[in-house]
């Protein structure tokens, strides 16, 4: 046998055996095609377009003008008019929706205009405003409208306006009453939204009005009232007339030289001390005087000492402890007085006139207090309460403060009265 045909021979066996492997395997591996194999079944016809119904062209309106443009749809094949927005509004366009019922609409209706337009039944107080705003806002907003962290502060910030940063709240910011009703009562409480009754709102209302200074605890807020609240900034507002008046003073080719006849310095710098009004050293002290420095110094410690004593035995006008108790109204949250008191969120103020400056013991103070020694005299009562995070840098007292005169007056009056 040659060699040609053993190596063809030996090709043809290989050949067969690999034929046989691979018959074995199929048959035992794969699946048959089915005897009756399932076919898809016939698709639907495809669902017909509605008809629209064919409406007879009206005459044009005044309204719509004289002449109205009719054009041809090309997908649809249907008339397009300029009367399309008004058919559309009602829904004849298409035949499709209904007109909204009163309660529907009631219920996207509630935008209050600055007169009171819009707004609905009801009344509320700060007294009654105070709980529901604590149970409701005080999380964010702060138990006295004051904020919490980055959430928006409701109260303080009383002539900061002309300040480098200044704090807009409802009091020294906003011009109308009606921006807060509408958002308190469109948005608020945050996450659950219109969940307050009106009575609710009117009082929560009252209370952010209270916080500022605008009303008084027991002003009932109601339609009936509206008109009665002023608020501080509601002539801060201007009409922007700049497009008339200024845009054709500074939109034109820029003066680069000799654009004045003449320069003249209106102002001196005051911070920076850098032009001071009195040129050279200041004019050494009389010798008189600094021999009388001592002198003067012993005279103001003893008025200091004699003082308290005076304030304690002088009477107090009862007229003006009176109104005194009512202002504490705004600490009763966090203090108390009388023969029951204790220390709550604030120490208790029984005897505060006069007491050591974070002298209660048991209370733990902020490190402010705590360390700043001296005692609490009408002249540090009347810093502190008008701006406690001002005068305390670091209290924890977050109260915005008392701004009316007559009302630290008052409080500092009842204060003594309890301290007696």
């Known amino acids: 046998m040659s060699k040609s045909l053993k190596l063809f021979g030996g090709t043809a066996v290989g050949l067969v055996v690999l034929g046989t492997a691979a018959y074995n395997f199929a048959d035992r591996s794969v699946a048959g095609f089915p005897k009756n194999p399932p076919t898809l079944a016939a698709l639907p016809a495809p669902i017909p377009e509605p008809e629209v119904p064919v409406q007879a062209a009206a005459a044009p309106s005044a309204a719509q003008g004289a002449i109205e443009t009719v054009a041809t749809d090309g997908a649809s094949g249907l008339l397009v008019s300029a009367a399309y927005a008004d058919e559309a509004s009602t829904g004849t366009r298409f035949g499709l929706g209904r007109e909204a019922l009163p309660e529907e609409v009631s219920a996207w209706n509630l935008d209050v205009s600055p007169d009171g337009t819009g707004l609905p039944d009801g009344s509320g107080n700060a007294l009654d405003g105070e709980a ?204 108390q007085v009388g023969d029951s008191a204790t220390n709550r969120t604030g120490p208790q103020l029984n005897n505060v006139v006069g007491r050591e400056i974070g002298g209660v013991e048991g209370f733990k103070y902020s490190g402010t207090l705590a360390e700043m020694g001296g005692a609490w005299d009408e002249d540090s009562l009347h810093a502190f309460l008008s701006d406690p995070r001002g005068y305390a840098k670091g209290t924890k007292m977050a109260f915005a403060g008392i701004r009316k005169e007559d009302e630290l007056d008052a409080i500092i009056a009842f204060l003594k009265s309890v301290s007696q």
């Not at 109601?222 to 009665?228: E, L, P």
């Not at 654009?259 to 001196?268: A, G, H, L, N, P």
């Open 132 to 335: 529901i705003f604590e149970e409701n806002c005080a999380v964010c907003h702060g138990s006295f409208a004051e904020g919490v962290g980055n959430w928006p502060k409701l109260a303080g910030g009383d002539g900061t306006l002309a300040d480098a940063d200044p704090l807009k709240t409802v009091g020294s910011y906003w011009p109308y009453l009606s921006t807060v009703f509408d958002y308190v009562h469109r948005s608020m409480p945050f996450g659950n939204a219109q969940s307050l009754s009106n009575d609710e709102v009117y009082a929560i209302v009252a209370y952010i009005l209270y916080s500022n200074d605008i009303v008084e605890d027991d002003f009932e807020l109601s339609k009936a009232t509206w008109g009665d609240v002023v608020m501080p900034n509601a002539d801060g507002f201007i009409v922007d007339d700049r497009a008339e008046t200024e845009y054709s003073i500074w939109r034109t080719e820029p003066c680069m030289e000799n654009c004045k006849d003449s320069v003249e310095i209106t102002m001196r710098a005051t911070v920076l001390d850098v032009t001071p009004e009195q040129e050279g050293a200041e004019a050494a002290a009389a010798p008189g005087e600094e021999a009388e420095a001592p002198q003067a110094a012993a005279e103001v410690a003893e008025l200091a000492a004699v003082e308290p004593a005076a304030a304690a035995t002088a009477a107090l006008d009862p007229a003006l402890v009176a109104a005194g108790e009512k202002v504490f109204r705004k600490c009763k949250a966090c203090h």
